[in-house]
């Protein structure tokens, strides 16, 4: 068995010794007679994993206790609709800082409740840079100001936190979170699928200050509101214990390798190599996004002639590569290089990248 660099945009890879210790566990978990997926989540063992994972969590982010943090089913997806139901009123406004596709899905699953006000939209632009924060407009009582702070398909990245004055500023931090010190008392809402930095598909992360969960919010079903999910530990039904237990392995090994300060580095170390790889290839590659707001996690890029891709993911996929074909929304390459991504890998995929060009330029 061998297993290649996997530059999947999510799910993506996770680390060798997170699956290893996950494969030993499998079919009992530390003498409970059973694997950790057969057993109650109500029962001591769950709840043990789950309160762990938490407190690794906080640990690792550095979140402060007015915020509660509840692990949940429904991809960040639901919670882009979950958020208008719980924070805003009725047809209230609400301001979205549109940056890439995922901005847009956002507002998608928002308007069904409530009254969107585009304060920024990058759109016109390609989605190639980030709207200046002085030609946002921000509503004068929007319920919340939602922005991307990860663009997963167009490589687009806030390097820094936007101040929006009054609204709580609510992020989806999806492809992002934990990828650097992140200061979460800026923040009303944090949210994130777990399946890009954080580990396994099918458990979602929302970091939410608590006053905010005694907002009114909309008529909404129990199940729907943030508030109960919180008062019940994130047990108001049956979580996806599988995928909290395997995130929680993952919390644990970024711990033991340095944190998040270690992984500020290496994400940078990691994705300057392959923008000074692509910017030093004389046009061979190429990536569109303004230089200040590079995605550290996601590097879309272009071959000059689109007749080699093919060529280029199966020669990658020979040496060890994979994962690399770019988003059907912008075609090209796309290689994702998360928390979980080694830098041999990124290593390796450079080396790759100056072959291929010598070869085919
Ligand atoms: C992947 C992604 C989503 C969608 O996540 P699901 O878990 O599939 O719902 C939303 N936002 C961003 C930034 C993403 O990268």
Redesign the pocket.
Known sequence: MSRAFNFS??PATLPEAVLRQAQAEMLEWDGAGASIVELSHRGPEFMEVARQAEADLRTLMSIPDDYAVLFLA?????Q?ALLALNFAAPGQTVDYVVTGH?GK??IKQARPYVNVNIAADGEAGGFRDIPARADWRLSKDAAYVHY??????HGVEFRDIPDVDNAPLFA????SIASEPLDVSRFGVIY??A??NLGP?GV?VVIVRRDLLERAGQPRADIFSYASHAANDSMLNTPPTWNWYLAGLVFKWMLAQGGVEEFARRNARKSKLLYDTIDGSGGFYRNEIAPGVRSRMNVPFFLHDPALDAAFLKDAKAAGLISLKGHRVLGGMRASIYNTMPEEGVQALAAFMRQFQQAHG
């Not at 991307?148 to 398909?153: C, G, K, P, S, V």
């Not at 989806?172 to 492809?175: E, H, I």
């Open positions: 945009a999510g429904g991809g960040a997806t639901a882009q995922w899905t956002a991307t702070a990860n663009e997963t398909i989806d931090f999806s492809s994130g699928g399946q890009k598909v979602t």
